[in-house]
């Protein structure tokens, strides 16, 4: 059977609340009486009961973090920062996966919730309405960490990814470009249409170029329909001569799509890209692209979260981090 505080404390031939107060840190224990309680701890086995401790100070040390597809790098990368600022402080974790769906990120919402966590961080490319509702009635801080809240209503961590979208097709204009074709995910995300797209076509308008609705191009989030999305492309009667892709893999089925019908980036197109994933450095050419400091979004709104959960004074709720562009072989 388990080792309970009741064995320790008569072990140790002291109170159980003498054995509480030197599991949880209590400063009021004479070093005498705290050397031989951890001693009897030492000698037992004894491991503090989580639950317990939790329900006597109503606190679980428990962070919930919701994530739309763990399996990418974006947010692989993103959980790694949060993981590792939570064991610094002694948090655990509780990991789900939303799958991108709405309705499975409001269950999740609201299981985090019932089960008493002590903080959320929340991630996804749109909030939805039901989503900020459910939110907005949280008992516990919840952080945004890489998700837009154009309503800045929640405290988030991220990139200006409008002005990192403006600065990459400018590069590319200034490369003498024109003809741009903005590849994305589902425009039904708020990530991809209020910031992306508008950053895309911020640049062109600043430059003095009309916006051509076909070089947007909205297709699923995947390799295989970038990869598929070039020989329509190939097809248009203007033809493009560079690309910007909002993600690594998009990039990725574009170039090789470019590639296998036997033109050469960068000679004949060139191509920018959102994240600074694995993606972008094996393919060759390797990629140019946005360098977004996804371990470090992460990091920080975990320490965000603990400041908000410990009711500590936050001078700015909504941190934007820097950026840069990594230059590599997909731009002449």
Request: proline share 4%; charged share 25%; aromatic share 8%.
């Amino acid at each position: 059977m388990a080792v309970t505080i009741y064995d320790v404390a008569r072990d140790a031939n002291v109170s159980m609340a003498t054995v509480s107060r030197v599991v949880n840190g209590n400063q009021n224990v004479k070093p005498s009486t705290r050397r031989k309680v951890l001693e009897s701890i030492e000698r037992l086995g004894y491991r503090p009961n989580a639950v317990a401790r939790g329900l006597a100070s109503k606190k679980t040390t428990t962070i919930g973090v919701i994530v739309p597809d763990i399996s990418t790098s974006f947010y692989g990368e993103l959980s790694r920062g949060i993981a590792d600022i939570a064991t610094m402080y002694e948090y655990n974790i509780i990991l789900s996966n939303s799958d991108e769906r709405p309705e499975r990120e409001l269950e999740l919402l609201v299981d985090h919730l019932g089960k008493q966590v002590d903080g959320v961080i929340f991630m996804s490319d749109s909030i939805s309405e039901e989503v900020r509702e459910e939110m907005s009635r949280s008992p516990v801080p919840i952080v945004l960490a890489g998700t837009i809240d154009s309503e800045e209503q929640f405290a988030s961590v991220n990139i200006d990814y409008e002005q990192a979208a403006y600065d990459s097709v400018t590069k590319l204009i200034e490369n003498g470009h024109k003809d741009i074709v903005f590849i994305t995910g589902p425009l039904t995300r708020d990530i991809n249409r209020l910031h992306k797209q508008a950053g895309y076509e911020r640049a062109l308008k600043d430059a003095g170029i009309v916006v051509n609705e076909d070089f947007i191009v909205e297709i699923t989030d995947t390799y295989d329909d970038a990869y598929e999305s070039w020989k329509a492309i190939e097809q248009f009667e203007q033809q493009p001569t560079a690309f910007f892709a909002v993600n690594s893999s998009l990039a990725v089925g574009v170039l090789n799509g470019i590639r296998d019908a036997g033109y050469v980036v960068p000679d004949d197109y060139e191509i920018i890209c959102y994240e600074h994933s694995n993606l972008t450095r094996i393919v060759r050419p390797q990629l140019t692209s946005v360098v977004v400091p996804l371990y470090d979004i992460g990091a920080v709104a975990m320490r965000l979260l603990t400041k908000l959960m410990g009711e500590e004074a936050v001078e700015n709720q909504n941190i934007l981090l820097p950026y840069r562009i990594e230059d590599r072989d997909s731009l002449k």
